[in-house]
């Protein structure tokens, strides 16, 4: 079975730091998907980043950016120029080919919080 | 857009009455689930959908019932509550496309069973 790690419950940093979010994971797959998934107070989760593992060029999404080192297993986040908006909880998920979109697995998450 | 919309929010049942958490989706999502969310350990899948009429368990999948009807509606049942299941459901809808696709949320389910 697949298993994602967070190892950092919680986080906090001042505005405009740059930050990073560790996760790890272990699969035998070597097809499938990571993603970074924002739960802000509200609740709604939504997705921030994702990246396939079949793709060496890590995934940027305007200040979020991934460290993917597949040989590693691991999957950073950085928050680069951190807003008060980004504080939320954090999310890692995993998705392999065998199970598709219905079946993610999760970490345990990191509570991120941003200072002014 | 409506998106993933779920009731009711919030829900205080006593232990072994029975409820269901609604779940409805506008996207013409193939792929339906349902997660509880509790501290220190992230999301777990409940059960999940791959269309109508197609229904699987998830991790932990005791103590609960689907069915998918339609495409749009996942309905969640707890048939005799327990104080475990105490947690906030989410449901998630997403397109068929292979993985890799975008998970859609629901803003989530707060349940507490005395």
């Known amino acids: 079975a697949q298993t994602v790690t967070q190892s950092q419950p919680e986080m906090s940093v001042q505005e405009a730091e740059t930050v990073t979010l560790s996760c790890t994971y272990d699969?035998?797959?070597?097809?499938?998907?990571l993603f970074w998934y924002k739960q802000p107070p509200s609740r709604q989760m939504i997705l921030v980043i994702r990246?396939?593992?079949?793709?060496?060029q890590n995934a940027t999404e305007n200040r979020f950016s991934v460290n993917f080192q597949k040989a590693a297993k691991s999957f950073s986040l950085k928050i680069s120029d951190s807003q008060l908006g980004d504080t939320a909880m954090y999310f890692c998920?995993?998705?392999?080919?065998?199970?598709?979109?219905?079946?993610?697995?999760f970490g345990t998450g990191t509570r991120l919080t941003i200072i002014p | 857009n409506a998106g993933v919309t779920q009731t009711p929010k919030f829900q205080v049942l006593k232990t072994g009455q029975s409820m269901t958490l609604q779940c409805a989706q506008d996207?013409?999502?193939?792929?339906m689930s349902w997660y509880r969310q509790d501290p220190g350990m992230g999301l777990r899948l409940i059960h999940y959908?791959?269309?109508?009429?197609?229904?699987d368990q998830g991790e932990v999948p005791n103590g609960y019932n689907v069915s998918r009807s339609t495409t749009e509606d996942f309905p969640l049942r707890l048939l005799s509550a327990a104080p475990s299941q105490t947690s906030v459901y989410f449901c998630?809808?997403?397109?068929?496309?292979?993985?890799?696709?975008?998970?859609?949320f629901g803003e989530g389910s707060r349940l507490t069973v005395l």
């Open positions: 998920a995993f998705a392999d080919s065998n199970f598709g979109n219905e079946k993610l697995t």
């Open positions: 996207m013409n999502h193939e792929y």
């Open positions: 699969t035998s797959e070597n097809n499938y998907y």
């Open positions: 959908s791959v269309g109508a009429g197609i229904t």
């Open positions: 998630a809808s997403s397109y068929s496309e292979g993985i890799g696709g975008e998970l859609f």
């Open positions: 990246q396939e593992a079949y793709k060496q």
